[in-house]
């Protein structure tokens, strides 16, 4: 199990549109964070809480992780070597469990690294201009957030991968679902109903919000959410598992 | 060795593979042979897990694939050259198979020097040629120095050069006692190396055995005659039964052996030049084999240039 997660982790790294897609996940928020704390924070106290402001680069990280999570499982059904894969592991359970770890491993280390070239080269700079920035209680909940959030999401993208087998059908479903279909579908639903109607939007209304400083009465409790959004990912880990499993190579 | 008994796949409606068994035997190369569509790729992938068979078996010395823990030890296969990502190259292609096995990546470099690629070991997949990239597929293959080998066209695309290396290695696996299993359109190259044929049309077995079995069974057989009295000796072999088909320098005699031709010759006075039995090629013999069960096939007209009409 251990050789086929260390060759999963291995086909990751040696492709370039991987390498490409978490680089941006990783490197452009953080340069927009870094520019953000150069230009936009001179003087004062920063109103709300640096790793907040992090936080709010997670739904376009989460997207872009997805992509890699797609990419992750897409790329082997167009370049063939889905067959080679399975003659090695016959076992698919081990081949989706490797990719999965994979995955997860990933999406944690590009957390991780976003949350390090965000803050530190923010911190000192904003240290030595004195600005006050402090962590506060909710810190630890909006990091932890982050990290589900943006686990959730690559694995979403891995799974719908599975299930469409191909790269444009599986990040056009990962990148319109909360941006257009749920926006058109909510939005119409708002208009019937006078509740706060995008609570149940899987990934905007729930997804999303996890990494929220703030959250309005009318919105469902971070608990709540979270169960909401991981209920909507588990229905594609399901479904992708089933076809991963039952489909000829 | 491998046993395939009664293995059948369809999808949907059509049969692909229609209760195959056939068995291939340790030391020796089998050729899989058929027509386009015959089912040989999807009876590959079936013996390999890759599809789900609707019934029957393929086990490797007494194992379904599925069962091996260390497959690519057991069984080396080549389904299509094109199973490789375009923009990794032939070493970290290699590198991410051998990892699944836990092989050092020696080993890598090891069959990357038997395929004759190790100068190219770091250029990029996409950048080679068919013939590159079937290299590749075959030190693939042989990683996991396994016991059976499995070659889907492994021909396809290789310079002359080529032809006969890959010649060579499958009657060296097949020298070191490994099962090699191998399909081929290309017949004259297979009929060098074949000591055993599974012939299939539209995924029925249509002939297993001993190439030499195959020949006596579906090959044309004739007695090419050159006489000065051949007008004589027709009239003489026809009235025996024989047909014959005039040549520029003689005629071919079928529905009769050399040995009768030649008492009736003596018997009758007929001078010979030459009387010599002839045996067709593999690629006669296949092509009657399964000219019932050809599924595609191009429009058949007496001027091969002439375009088949709508």
């Known amino acids: 199990m251990m050789g086929v997660l260390r060759s999963e982790l291995f086909k990751l790294r040696t492709t370039r549109a991987t390498k490409l897609v978490l680089g941006t996940a990783v490197v452009l928020p953080s340069i927009i964070f870094v520019l953000t704390s150069i230009f936009g924070f001179s003087s004062g106290e920063i109103s709300n809480s640096l790793i907040a402001a992090v936080a709010e680069s997670s739904a376009l990280v989460g997207l872009l992780m997805g992509v890699v999570g797609v990419l992750c499982s897409t790329q082997e059904y167009s370049q063939g070597t889905i067959r080679i894969t399975l003659v090695a592991t016959p076992q698919r359970y081990k081949v989706l469990l490797a990719k999965l770890f994979t995955v997860v491993i990933v999406s944690i280390g590009a957390t991780a690294s976003l949350i390090a070239l965000s803050l530190i080269p923010s911190g000192i700079i904003l240290q030595s201009r004195e600005i006050d920035f402090e962590i506060v209680g909710s810190d630890i909940r909006i990091l932890f957030s982050m990290f589900i959030l943006i686990t959730m999401l690559s694995l979403l993208g891995l799974f719908l991968g599975l299930l469409f087998k191909s790269s444009p059908g599986a990040i056009s479903a990962l990148l319109l679902w909360p941006t257009i279909i749920e926006g058109l579908v909510f939005g119409l639903l708002t208009l019937a109903f006078d509740d706060n109607v995008f609570r149940f939007a899987p990934i905007q209304g729930n997804g999303f919000s996890l990494t929220n400083e703030f959250r309005s009465p009318d919105d469902n409790s971070w608990l709540l959410s979270l169960g909401y959004f991981s209920a909507f990912v588990a229905v594609f880990v399901i479904l992708g598992t089933v076809f991963f499993s039952r489909r000829d190579a | ?310």
């Not at chain 2, 191998?182 to 249509?206: F, R, T, Y």
């Not at chain 2, 057989?221 to 025996?240: F, H």
Request: glycine letters at 10%.
């Open chain 2, 1 to 310: 060795m491998i046993v395939v008994e009664h293995l059948s796949k369809s999808y949907g409606a059509k049969k692909a593979v229609d209760d195959l068994s056939f068995t291939v035997t340790p030391g020796r190369v089998t050729g899989f042979l058929g027509p386009n569509g015959s089912g040989k790729s999807t009876t590959m992938r079936c013996m390999l897990g890759l599809d789900r068979p609707d019934s029957g078996t393929a086990t490797f010395d007494g194992h379904a694939y599925g069962d091996f823990d260390r497959p690519l030890a057991q069984v080396g296969s080549l389904l299509d050259a094109g199973d490789a990502h375009k923009g990794r190259s032939a070493r970290n292609h290699l590198r991410w198979i051998a990892m699944t096995h836990g092989f050092p990546t020696s080993r890598v470099d090891e069959v990357l020097q038997m395929v004759g690629m190790s100068e190219v070991a770091k250029t990029k997949v996409g950048k080679f040629s068919l013939g590159m990239r079937q290299r590749l597929g075959l030190a693939t293959a042989l990683l996991g120095d396994p016991k059976v080998v499995i070659l889907d066209e492994p021909a396809n695309g290789l310079d002359p050069e080529g032809i006969r290396w890959t010649r060579d290695v499958m009657r060296h696996l097949a020298d070191e006692g490994k099962s090699v299993l191998v399909s081929s359109h290309q017949l004259v190259e297979l009929s060098l190396v074949a000591d055993d044929l599974v012939v299939i049309g539209q995924g029925k077995l249509i002939s297993s055995g001993p190439i030499s079995q195959f020949m006596t069974e579906h090959a044309k057989t004739w007695v090419r005659v050159v006489s000065p009295q051949l007008d004589a000796l027709i009239t003489l072999a026809t009235q025996r039964g024989a047909t014959v088909e005039r040549t520029r320098e003689g005629a071919d005699f079928s529905a009769i052996t050399a040995m009768e031709l030649g008492d009736l010759a003596a018997n009758n006075g007929v001078v010979l030049h030459e009387l010599s039995p002839q045996t067709g090629s593999l690629e006669q013999a296949f092509l009657e084999a399964t000219d019932t069960a050809v599924e595609y096939r191009g429009e058949r007209t007496n001027n091969v240039w002439e375009a088949p009409r709508p």
